[in-house]
């Protein structure tokens, strides 16, 4: 067996997983391999198809060296050994299941795509967000080679988008799911060694296949679950008082529970967590576990209703109308640090504001690619998109802080307020800025769960 690698597909997981694989073993060849010609070339340039602190200083070390970014699929599979696939697996929008099952379109042609090109035996390696019991399917795909056996791993990313690499370079844990056979044994030894290069021995976990697979949805259920429960709270606080900053410190100081995602904000955003929870509430539903359906079915929903209820108090702190007042909105990606869009709170405000004839505009430090694409079905003339968030902020009636930038809170706020309307109104949905201090120099302010 040689040591080299290829990962189908060079989105958020392919890409940054195989700069660091890439970065630390030397030794071995990495290519990341895609269908798209155009993310390839990205990859290949000095604009990254995806936006990660520290990921582009790890490319510029090791492209070139040991990496490889190419659209011969066919050709790196057959001069590699052991195959992630890191393929988008999204939620189906048709069909049985869809709303909730994942689409595995993309990862069944992955699988016929190795079965087809392969030369000798494979270790092929999970690495999409899947089902339990995806693996036996995909051993049903590849067993149909008539000579070359192939052994399947489930290795599912833990990664934050915004924190990607430092969570590459120094992950809670490193989780290998095989099939229990001298087979699968050796393939979880082969697919340890590396990551045994920089992460400790007792950081890597190893499990049978369906627990590996189930684990990455329930980590996502589990934390999407602390999200809408600590929304829930904030709600409360608003309504009796209470201040959710305050109830949250005090909560998380009990060693049970921790201070981790309980931060009230406009819900949860991006790939994993929707997706995920929704994938967990189709496979309830499959074995008959209504109840539990409807428990996770439950997350989502108080998810969307944190997004109508930041409309909501807006209205009613703007004469229950924004009609034709210019409302800015800083921030389009779902969190800071990074250009991702999929699932962001920021396009359901949005689009609710602009039902309620707003002149919307909006502003990102790296999202604003994307939301060009993502809001053209919007109503010609509804939104503008503006990269400067004082030119967004001039003659504005109000300012929504969507997404935390640490931009946002470096601004020289008493320059915003000049620029805007008055009354001026500034409503932090991430309780990220200085209330007081805004309060101070005239803004009337607002925050989730205060």
Known sequence: MNK?????GAGYIGGPTMAVIAL?????????????????AAWNSDNLPVYEPGLAE???????????????IEGCIRKCDIIFVGVNTPTKTFGRGAGRASDLQYWESSARTISAAANRDKIVVEKSTLPVRTAEAMEKVLKT??????????????????????????????????????EGDRAVKELAAIYGTWVPKEKIVTTNLWSAELTKLAANAMLAQRVSSVNALSA?????????????RVVGLDS????????A?????????????????????????????????????MNEWQQERIVTRLLSETFHTVANKRVAVFGYAFKADTGDIRETPSRHVVGMLVEEHAKVVVTDPKALPNAERDLAAMPAGSVELEPCPYAAAKGADAIILMTDWKEYTELDWKKIRRLMRSPALVYDTRNCLDLAKLAKLGFKVLAVGR
Request: glycine share 8%; charged share 30%; proline share 5%.
């Open 4 to 8: 080299d690698i290829v990962c189908i």
């Open 265 to 301: 904000g406009p819900g949860f955003g991006g790939s994993c967590f929707k997706k995920d929870v929704l994938n967990l509430v189709y496979l309830c539903e499959t074995y008959g576990l209504k109840e539990a359906a409807d428990y996770w079915n439950q997350v989502v929903a």
């Open 236 to 248: 409360l606080c608003e309504a009796t008082g209470a201040d959710i900053t305050e109830v949250a």
């Open 24 to 40: 630390k073993n030397p030794r071995r060849k990495v290519w990341v391999v895609d269908i798209n010609a155009e993310r390839i």
């Open 256 to 263: 049970r529970i921790g201070p981790k995602f309980l931060k």
């Open 58 to 72: 790890i490319v510029k070390k090791v492209r070139g060296k040991n990496l490889f970014f190419s659209t011969d």
């Open 145 to 182: 080679h008539p000579e070359h056996k192939f052994t399947v791993l489930s290795n599912p990313e833990f990664l934050a988008e915004g924190t990607a690499i430092r969570d590459l370079l120094e992950p809670d844990r490193v989780l290998i799911g095989g099939p229990r056979t001298k």
